[in-house]
């Protein structure tokens, strides 16, 4: 008999593990399609070409590199017959106590189909980067899953639509290409917006953001798609998440679309590290066979109508979407609510349980769904303070092994406490306790998010349907556990498995060591589903009344925590992120070093000999935020320039015309305008786009503070100012450049060094105060 329980038992082990696994992996991206693959056929090597390219170094706007690459994608798009146009404009974004300008260089071109035209298709990417970062997967892998789909396109017979392809600028600052793309005249021919965005380096390319009223764009992506990975779930979650990408704002403008990224491998976001060599092949092999696919399919299709109310999708195995309208989800709740009710009867008819037991069985399941969950509040907190050189904000290099080691400390927490509950509750009580907490789950669940609810409801209703039969059959008082028993929980289990598991790595994925506690409190719903299957795993691999099994999974745990974080040491493939910034001010001739973390490495050491802490009101006269900081030596830097072009007087209202220039080519300027009289301030513009500003308070006088990103060739602009007459306007003028000045870096970063992402990281800034 015992040897029949060690089958058994070893049996769902394997099972178990197995499925866990084979979820997560059948939803990984596929193989790269060689370069000498067909010519009508997406390649991931031959759009390798383009990322090679694109991503040699960082090139965000304004600067010569960012000059450089959109010159070679013009070239490109020419040679695949788009006939570019670069549409060169200012952007104001004025949403804020700042006001935000872009200067763009949108490069844009038209694959003509047999139509028309009037119902084209808009492949969107951005080709500009993070300050800080090389960009190959954010965005070059976009902008070559592109530039590879049209060239495949040219290898086959022609569309009806016409295919727009749009390579936004400003992305990484505000948007400002999108923006600008809306005045184009093409943007009224748009019918569908397909966009490719990246968050990460690698794992599969998932579709986490469509336009309202999604029920027709989800059926023809589920239809089309070759490589689909999308979710309902996904698509609620980031449309009450205040992140945006460039889709934002075509969505928010109405149009219908959908917007595909890869996330995982998060620490390589907006890094240095985001290099070609770093990016993941068949990461881009999905962007680009689903774009490609989509294109085809959406190139023959009647764009008139593509607005449906929204639908519930979601994986289920490997390619297998389950799509179904929203009101469907009322039937699944009431059978849910009709099988519960059954069970719970049965239970009672047979004098298996009582009605305390099963509250008492729903009580301690809360409980330990919170406390294992929240276990990891101060167990993640302690395995970042063992992190001193990792910033939560940037992800860790070891990921899977953080997700792995959680994993098992989650399920051998989780065991031992329903070990401890069980020994003064039986199993099927609690159990039905399990089912009423995770029923009341799905109902909030249901009435805050309807289109998410599928991801408790059909792991219950199928989990529930398998302890109905066991029930039935009388399985659970045997005295020992059967092959039939096993199995019926095991193929019960199957939905839960795979609909709740790879929804739990993709949230770890996502959130990371910020904030793991929602994926690992989903894994405990998942485990309480589980829960009969790990009690017979428990009792077969117990050792004289001793629960050996999450005794074992407990310090697997933390072995593998204690192995993910000596692992996270910097090296040169996993170098730690250094802050540190040069800001001047001309006038004072004073300089600061400055840093955004209070703990120095070994490298940016060399900027503070004597660090204090504080504003750097010096150089903004309403900063507010605390900083480490170090007086610095005077670098050689022009400051920039604010020349008077005009000034006059109409009526009660003083105009000033006023060129601002970069001498040093800096890629971005700041201004922040003071007048002398509170409320004088009329009116602004930047290169004649009208500014909306806001005071932003100050100890001595409210101030008005512009920020102009991506300075064009000519490296200036025009600022005209509208205030009362006779008071007289103090201007504080700033230029960005992205990077320390050399002359004053004694150490050179090493290899195991990569500066801090961010705007405010690895540039120096001169500030130049002017009176009109």
Not at 106 to 116: F, L
Not at 196 to 209: D, I, K, W, Y
Not at 358 to 377: D, P, Q
Request: net charge neutral.
């Amino acid at each position: 008999m015992r040897q029949r329980d060690n089958a058994i038992a070893a049996f769902l082990l394997l099972a178990l593990t197995g499925l866990a696994l084979l979820s997560i992996y059948l939803l990984m991206p596929p193989k790269p399609v060689r370069a000498t693959a067909p010519a009508t056929v997406f390649s991931a090597e031959r759009a390798m070409q383009y990322v090679n390219q694109i991503a040699r170094e960082p090139h965000a706007m304004g600067t010569a590199a960012h000059a450089s690459v959109r010159a070679y994608l013009l070239q490109q798009m020419q040679e695949l017959g788009l006939n570019p146009q670069v549409q060169e404009t200012t952007v104001p974004d004025s949403n804020g106590p700042v006001a935000n300008v872009g200067y763009v260089y949108n490069i844009i071109g038209r694959k003509k189909g047999t139509g028309t035209g009037k119902q084209a298709i808009l492949l969107m990417a951005h080709y500009d980067s993070q300050p800080n970062a090389r960009g190959a997967a954010d965005d070059g892998a976009g902008v070559a899953a592109i530039l590879e789909t049209i060239r495949a396109l040219s290898q086959a017979a022609p569309l009806q639509h016409d295919v727009i392809v749009l390579l936004t600028d400003g992305e990484e600052y505000g948007l400002f290409g999108a923006r600008a793309f809306m005045a184009h005249s093409w943007a009224k021919d748009v019918a569908i917006v397909l966009n490719v965005e990246a968050r990460g380096n690698q794992g599969p390319s998932m579709t986490f953001e469509m336009s309202p009223q999604n029920g027709w764009v989800a059926k023809q992506f589920i239809k089309a798609a070759p490589y689909p990975f999308v979710s309902s779930l996904a698509y609620e979650i980031y449309s009450r998440m205040p992140n945006d990408t460039d889709f934002t704002v075509f969505k928010d403008a109405g149009y219908t679309g959908l917007n595909s990224a890869f996330i995982d491998g998060f620490v390589h976001y907006h890094k240095l590290t985001d290099s070609p060599e770093n990016l993941n092949l068949g990461s881009l092999q999905q962007h680009g066979s689903n774009m490609l696919a989509l294109v085809q399919h959406f190139g023959h299709q009647d764009l008139t109508h593509t607005k449906a109310r929204d639908t519930v999708f979601f994986n289920f195995i490997n390619g297998w979407v389950i799509n179904y309208p929203v009101g469907l989800n009322i039937l699944w709740i009431a059978l849910a609510t009709l099988l519960l009710f059954v069970t719970i009867k049965v239970a009672l008819f047979k004098n298996e349980v009582t009605l305390w037991q099963t509250i008492v069985g729903a009580g301690s399941y809360l409980l330990l769904l919170v406390v294992v969950a929240g276990v990891f509040i101060p167990v993640n907190k302690l395995v970042l303070q063992l992190l001193p050189l990792t910033h939560g904000h940037n992800g860790v290099y070891g990921s899977d092994h953080f997700f792995i080691s959680y994993l098992l400390l989650a399920l051998g927490l989780f065991i031992l406490l329903s070990w401890l509950v069980l020994r003064w509750l039986r199993l099927l009580p609690f159990m039905l306790g399990i089912f009423i907490v995770q029923f009341a789950l799905t109902i909030v669940l249901y009435l805050l998010v309807p289109a998410a609810a599928c991801l408790l409801l059909f792991p219950l209703l199928f989990s529930m349907g398998g302890a109905l039969l066991v029930l039935m059959q009388d399985l659970y008082n045997q005295p020992e556990v059967c092959w039939r028993y096993a199995l019926i929980l095991l193929v019960a289990a199957i939905p839960a498995i795979f609909i709740m598991m790879p929804i739990v790595q993709v949230v770890f994925v996502a959130f990371g060591l910020q904030l793991p506690v929602g994926a690992l409190a989903l894994f405990v719903l998942l485990l309480g589903l589980l829960l009969p299957l790990l009690v017979m795993l428990e009792q077969s691999y117990s050792w004289r009344f001793i629960p050996l099994l999450p005794l074992v999974l407990l310090a697997a745990g933390v072995l593998q925590v204690a192995r993910a974080i000596e692992a996270e040491k910097p090296s040169d493939k996993q170098p730690l992120h250094s802050h540190v910034a040069y800001y001047l001010n001309a006038d004072t001739n004073k300089a600061w070093w400055v840093s955004a973390f209070f703990k120095n490495d070994d490298w940016n050491k060399q900027f503070f000999p004597a660090p204090e802490t504080g504003t750097i009101q010096d150089i903004y006269p309403h900063a507010q935020r605390i900083y480490l900081k170090n007086t610095a030596p005077i670098a050689a830097l022009t400051p920039p320039v604010a020349i008077v072009q005009k000034d006059s007087v109409s009526g009660d209202e003083r105009l000033l015309e006023i060129k601002l220039s970069s001498p040093r080519g800096a890629a971005h300027m700041e201004v922040i305008l003071q007048p002398e009289t509170i409320g004088a301030l009329h009116a602004v513009s930047l290169n004649g786009k009208p500014l909306q500003l806001q005071p932003v308070t100050t100890a001595a006088a409210p101030v008005y503070h512009i920020r102009y990103y991506g300075l064009p060739v000519t490296k200036d602009g025009v600022l005209e100012v509208r205030l009362q007459k006779d008071v007289p306007l103090y201007l504080l003028l700033y230029d960005h450049s992205l990077a320390l000045p050399q002359e004053l870096v004694k150490q050179p970063m090493p290899a195991h060094v990569v500066p801090e992402q961010g705007r405010d990281s690895n540039l120096s800034v001169v500030r130049k105060a002017y009176h009109f």
